[in-house]
């Protein structure tokens, strides 16, 4: 969703400097033009300055906040090659604040690995990394991460790791990712 049309914050709302990564409060009353609103974030450019909204905070901006995962259908056991195509999923959506191409696609996730804790509870290790180093988002989609692994019910614990080897470049991209992004 872009629009052209000013959102008023309806309250102070704890927002992310894009590309560097700082926390900052929003205030109430301020105009917001949203540039993206994919995954449940929303990038926002507010005086000037583009900014990113956890879906938490929608309501600031006039939104519903997005909703929790459903529980996986079944009262069985969980399987964890059941659960992977269920993670594989959550994290599509998350997406870096100034490319509307979600991380999997972009390839920046090199591994993601489930451990049984017990039946029904999983451990979920992800090795990412970004675009670029020095993007001080880093931090801010890796929270995002794990924020969507730990809301899906039968993972207990995630933990999301920054990695810089190897170097990210475009030819870890999916097709439709460059495709969506005009490189082919």
Avoid at 78 to 107: M, S
Wanted: with cysteine.
């Amino acid at each position: 969703m872009n629009s052209n049309e000013a959102k008023i914050l309806t309250r102070d709302v704890e927002a992310f400097v894009v590309p560097v990564g700082t926390k900052v409060t929003l205030k109430q009353g301020e105009s917001a033009y949203i540039t993206q609103s994919l995954g449940g974030s929303h990038t926002v450019v507010v005086n000037g300055n583009m900014f990113r909204i956890d879906g938490k905070d929608a309501d600031a901006l006039g939104f519903a906040a997005p909703p929790k995962p459903a529980a996986a259908a079944g009262s069985g056991p969980v399987t964890q090659d059941g659960l992977e195509k269920q993670v594989w999923e959550a994290l599509k959506t998350c997406y870096d604040p100034e490319i509307p191409v979600n991380i999997v696609d972009l390839g920046l996730i090199y591994d993601c690995h489930l451990t049984s804790v017990s039946e029904n509870s999983f451990k979920a290790d992800v090795k990412m990394t970004l675009t670029a180093p020095g993007c001080g988002m880093g931090p801010a989609l890796a929270q995002d991460v794990q924020n969507k692994l730990m809301n899906m019910e039968p993972i207990d614990e995630a933990n999301v790791e920054l990695v810089w080897d190897p170097p990210w470049n475009q030819s870890m991209m999916t097709e439709a990712a460059k495709l969506q992004l005009g490189l082919m």
